[in-house]
């Protein structure tokens, strides 16, 4: 092996690592293992009952706390230690974009690899978020890097109490500029005079934002990623940060600032629509700069906005068996786009 893909290897090795995840040759990955006081251990995949942006509390006589392993996620969905449930955070627009905050229970359905499932609990919230920024200043950006900074700017203007944010920045390499915090000026203030150079190194990125977000104390937790959505850069590949979305409790919304003067940009828009479709989140591209403040409102209502629909599948299936889901609407008349996650890993 080469140098450099000896060195992309171990990097990978080391992100699949802090992800709880870990290799058995080619294509092959453990979930995470959550050790129970009182000598009990319990073997979970995070996918089976983390399908959503709660955070894991263990509800069982004898097991007041929990330790997790090194390499576990943070916190995820609520489970019992006897049950096997799948909780399904949804948003759903209308035909211009805007949520929908009027459903019940009965306008939801749920299959799991294509059988019917019954939905056994349903709630509609509105709760602070964590929120990861994820900005490009590579130099595929060097024509947009106003409009980026605009698009930033119109939503944090929207931002709630409760709610925190951190900021990743990338290029080359990516870079933890500010730590969790409720105030948005340090953001602003870091990108105010930001100049755009580099290669784009858009996976790396996003594992460091998912790595910060351990330290998020929100239950519910998401990424935003500005950027054109090209790479070129990362050591992390498309298919090993796929392994870790589909893992991951967190969702990712992108806003997709595109031209056409380079040639990663023709991926760029797929690779976008790939990190929110994965998650649940939703893509956004601008198209110009009077869509700003409409488009920033959107977007912050649909990370504090959303239902959960909860289920306990009919059949898990062999360990470690991919489970596409699909949820759709019922009983609701006109045009609506339902955002759920792609689906999970089987115990």
Known sequence: MVPHLRQSARFATTIMGEFGLQTQGIGKWQSPCLKLRGNRQMRISAAVYIVGLLSVRVAAQGADSFTASANSFPPGPTFRLNSE??????????????????????????????????????????????????????????????????????????????????????SDRPALRTGFSSDDSAIQSELSFERPKGSTALFDAVALALRQMREARNERRVLLVISDGGDNHSRLTEKELGHILEETEVQIHSLGIHDSGFREEMHGERILEFLSKTTGGEHYTVLHARELPELAARVSLSLHDRYVLTYRPNSVGTPGKWHKIRVTLRGVNGRHQVYARAGYRAQ
């Open 85 to 170: 449930l799948v909780i399904v955070p949804v948003t759903v627009t209308d035909r211009a974009g805007k949520s929908v905050q009027d459903l019940g229970g009965v306008n939801f359905s749920v299959t799991d690899e294509q059988a019917q499932q019954e939905i056994t609990s349903f709630s509609h919230e509105n709760t602070p978020v964590s929120i990861g920024i994820v900005f490009d200043v590579s130099n595929s950006m060097k024509n947009k890097i106003a409009m980026a900074q605009a698009a930033l700017h119109e939503f944090l203007r929207t931002v709630e109490p409760g709610d925190e944010m951190f900021l990743v920045s990338f």
